[in-house]
């Protein structure tokens, strides 16, 4: 066995007899009559069972499911950066996340389309506890992290998960995909968490752990969504913060939330490649700081960059002004646009709960504060 059995994708060796297990599950049916709706069950089910490889599982029946994902629940999809990739080459993409299952996914349709290396990407286990889940998502290249866990199992994961992401970029030359911290954010203030940057060094030998990010390249992503298909879901666990209550997830909470994410409104949906680190690395590297302080540099560098590849909407200029009162950025939306993002928020929000109106703003408006932040610690006077 290999010491990463517990956790990888599939090997290509495998991906037959995997997907002959699940040909035949309702939930398998259903994403194919979405993806092909004028296909025949037989064709693509044929097509399916003579399919051999991991890429040609995700390029001949994930790709077309994510096109169709966008083409009927979204306004389109636009995309920046992707020419200062390099072919045949391999990225740690740390991105914020917003999404269990598009954020991924469009970037690997994005790589696909621009000749890229595609990636495997981290994906929690609780999120895939169900067999067709499970095995859907080795086929298309996920890894699972293992979560809830406490001490030294805890430890042992985290080192599991380094060492399997080391294999991938330096001696697979394939593409890592991770979320700036664990979980998706729930509030639009994205923040990359210190623990996922250490828990990437732990595969490296000898004391100077950050050394493993002058080894590999590090691409910071930011992914926009207009409209948050899932804002709605996270109503419940703002609540119980509000109370000071431990939120616990309903039974099938996290399946819910990845449907919504497939088939709830985005209107238009922006990814930006945020350039390669390596010269940001090489400073940091050289700076006289200890090692949890070069990972807080190496972290707050990350969120320049993610904060600075927002693509803004309508809807967080709309809710940036109603949060705060005022009318500092109408000029970014119109009064149409602004009527239509109060009709949605008053479909789905108690408007009798001021804490939950605030919460829902505060969402779609952080972005507007954290772009504007990064910009000002970039601009030419603040370096004076």
């Given at each position: 066995?290999?010491?990463?059995?517990?956790?990888?994708?599939?090997?290509?060796?495998?991906?037959?007899?995997?997907?002959?297990?699940?040909?035949?599950?309702?939930?398998?049916?259903?994403?194919?009559?979405?993806?092909?709706?004028?296909?025949?069950?037989?064709?693509?089910?044929?097509?399916?069972?003579?399919?051999?490889?991991?890429?040609?599982?995700?390029?001949?029946?994930?790709?077309?499911?994510?096109?169709?994902?966008?083409?009927?629940?979204?306004?389109?999809?636009?995309?920046?950066?992707?020419?200062?990739?390099?072919?045949?080459?391999?990225?740690?993409?740390?991105?914020?996340?917003?999404?269990?299952?598009?954020?991924?996914?469009?970037?690997?349709?994005?790589?696909?389309?621009?000749?890229?290396?595609?990636?495997?990407?981290?994906?929690?286990?609780?999120?895939?506890?169900?067999?067709?889940?499970?095995?859907?998502?080795?086929?298309?290249?996920?890894?699972?992290?293992?979560?809830?866990?406490?001490?030294?199992?805890?430890?042992?994961?985290?080192?599991?998960?380094?060492?399997?992401?080391?294999?991938?970029?330096?001696?697979?030359?394939?593409?890592?995909?991770?979320?700036?911290?664990?979980?998706?954010?729930?509030?639009?203030?994205?923040?990359?968490?210190?623990?996922?940057?250490?828990?990437?060094?732990?595969?490296?030998?000898?004391?100077?752990?950050?050394?493993?990010?002058?080894?590999?390249?590090?691409?910071?992503?930011?992914?926009?969504?207009?409209?948050?298909?899932?804002?709605?879901?996270?109503?419940?666990?703002?609540?119980?913060?509000?109370?000071?209550?431990?939120?616990?997830?309903?039974?099938?909470?996290?399946?819910?939330?990845?449907?919504?994410?497939?088939?709830?409104?985005?209107?238009?949906?922006?990814?930006?490649?945020?350039?390669?680190?390596?010269?940001?690395?090489?400073?940091?590297?050289?700076?006289?700081?200890?090692?949890?302080?070069?990972?807080?540099?190496?972290?707050?560098?990350?969120?320049?960059?993610?904060?600075?590849?927002?693509?803004?909407?309508?809807?967080?200029?709309?809710?940036?002004?109603?949060?705060?009162?005022?009318?500092?950025y109408e000029s970014f939306y119109t009064q149409d646009e602004k009527k239509s993002f109060e009709k949605r928020?008053?479909?789905?929000?108690?408007?009798?709960?001021?804490?939950?109106?605030?919460?829902?703003?505060?969402?779609?408006?952080?972005?507007?504060?954290?772009?504007?932040?990064?910009?000002?610690?970039?601009?030419?006077?603040?370096?004076?």
């Amino acid at each position: 066995m290999s010491q990463f059995d517990s956790i990888r994708p599939f090997y290509d060796a495998e991906a037959n007899a995997a997907i002959r297990k699940i040909v035949d599950d309702p939930m398998l049916e259903a994403m194919m009559s979405f993806t092909f709706p004028t296909d025949t069950r037989e064709h693509w089910k044929d097509l399916m069972v003579h399919t051999h490889s991991l890429r040609d599982f995700q390029v001949n029946f994930i790709y077309p499911g994510v096109q169709k994902v966008l083409e009927k629940s979204s306004e389109g999809l636009s995309t920046g950066g992707f020419e200062q990739l390099k072919s045949n080459t391999a990225y740690l993409f740390i991105s914020n996340h917003r999404d269990i299952i598009l954020d991924t996914s469009l970037l690997n349709s994005c790589l696909y389309e621009n000749g890229l290396v595609l990636t495997t990407s981290a994906i929690g286990d609780n999120l895939i506890q169900k067999p067709f889940l499970h095995t859907l998502s080795k086929l298309n290249r996920n890894f699972a992290i293992k979560r809830g866990l406490q001490g030294r199992a805890l430890l042992e994961s985290s080192q599991m998960a380094s060492a399997y992401i080391k294999k991938s970029l330096l001696s697979e030359n394939r593409s890592v995909w991770t979320a700036q911290r664990e979980g998706r954010t729930k509030d639009g203030n994205d923040a990359t968490h210190r623990g996922v940057l250490k828990m990437l060094t732990l595969s490296e030998e000898g004391a100077n752990g950050f050394g493993y990010f002058e080894k590999i390249k590090v691409v910071p992503i930011s992914i926009s969504y207009e409209y948050d298909p899932t804002d709605v879901l996270k109503m419940p666990e703002w609540l119980a913060k509000s109370r000071d209550e431990k939120y616990v997830k309903g039974e099938n909470e996290d399946f819910l939330n990845l449907l919504r994410g497939i088939i709830g409104t985005k209107k238009r949906i922006h990814l930006q490649v945020n350039g390669v680190l390596d010269k940001e690395i090489a400073e940091i590297s050289k700076m006289e700081l200890s090692q949890p302080d070069k990972l807080s540099k190496l972290a707050e560098c990350i969120d320049q960059k993610i904060w600075t590849g927002y693509k803004l909407w309508p809807s967080n200029y709309i809710a940036h002004d109603l949060l705060y009162g005022d009318n500092e950025y109408e000029s970014f939306y119109t009064q149409d646009e602004k009527k239509s993002f109060e009709k949605r928020m008053n479909e789905k929000v108690n408007t009798k709960n001021e804490f939950l109106i605030k919460s829902f703003l505060a969402m779609y408006a952080n972005p507007v504060n954290n772009q504007k932040n990064a910009l000002s610690i970039n601009s030419p006077a603040s370096q004076l």
